[in-house]
């Protein structure tokens, strides 16, 4: 079956420009997460929402990063006045439900932003 | 806090030969402990996890990985490695605590930076 997918696969912006990364789920997924990858880094969180609602966002770095869900399906993660230290690769994941660590997420390939 | 180390950037081995990826890990509460592997250009790919019960857990791809509660330790073991094994591992824990109660679900995930590894023919 699909797996998780996101679009754009690579995004070139210039400093102070907007940008919207989108993520499409497994079906039937309820759990969204956004992670953030540094360049030799492990994965970091933003956000986690189950459903429409952001159960967790502690992880988003500024109030310059937002994150929506409205259907509890595709979500959109949006940064305004983008800096050059935005430059990753934001992941996107999912799980089945909110059921534990029963449940392992699953990635999609993630965006790679480049702001110059 | 919540932490994982990964303390080899890269690991090598020869074909053929076991491969240990090693992990520890410092958490609040009782650790969920998960071991994923990415491809170049590919998504993360989960390998194997550690909830509860026999210390010794099997995953995809012939690997293993062992939980030892006392050494804060989740090391990533692979009898007899393949070239193909030849990617970046990452260790990630999670725990009770960090359970949104909003959902009742576990939701963060906090991984270690990575370990590369190479397996030579």
């Known amino acids: 079956g699909a797996g998780v997918s996101q679009t754009p696969s690579n995004k070139v912006t210039e400093k102070g420009k907007y940008v919207e990364l989108r993520c499409d789920p497994i079906?039937?997924?309820?759990?969204l997460y956004w992670y953030r990858q540094s360049l030799g880094q492990g994965p970091e969180f933003l956000i986690y929402f189950q459903g429409t609602g952001a159960a967790d966002d502690s992880g988003l770095p500024n109030d310059r990063f937002f994150a929506v869900r409205p259907e509890g399906s595709v979500s959109t993660l949006k940064i305004q006045r983008t800096e050059r230290g935005d430059s990753a690769v934001y992941l996107c994941a999912s799980s089945p439900e909110a059921g534990g660590p029963l449940f392992e997420q699953y990635f999609g390939p993630g965006t790679r932003l480049t702001v110059t | 806090a919540q932490s994982v180390a990964q303390p080899e950037d890269q690991v090598n081995v020869a074909e053929g030969n076991p491969l240990t990826v090693k992990c520890t890990y410092s958490?609040?509460?009782?650790?969920?402990l998960f071991w994923y592997v990415q491809y170049p250009n590919r998504g993360l790919q989960f390998l194997l996890k550690?909830?509860?019960?026999?210390?010794l857990v099997k995953g995809s791809y012939g690997f293993e990985a062992e939980f030892n509660k006392s050494q804060t330790s989740f090391h990533l073991k692979k009898p007899s490695a393949l070239v193909s094994d030849s990617a970046l591992y990452f260790c990630a824990v999670t725990s009770p605590l960090l359970l949104s109660s909003f959902s009742g679900g576990y939701n963060k995930l906090i991984f270690g930076a990575g370990t590369r590894l190479a397996v030579h023919p």
């Open positions: 958490v609040s509460g009782n650790p969920y």
């Open positions: 550690y909830i509860t019960g026999d210390n």
């Open positions: 079906s039937g997924h309820t759990a």
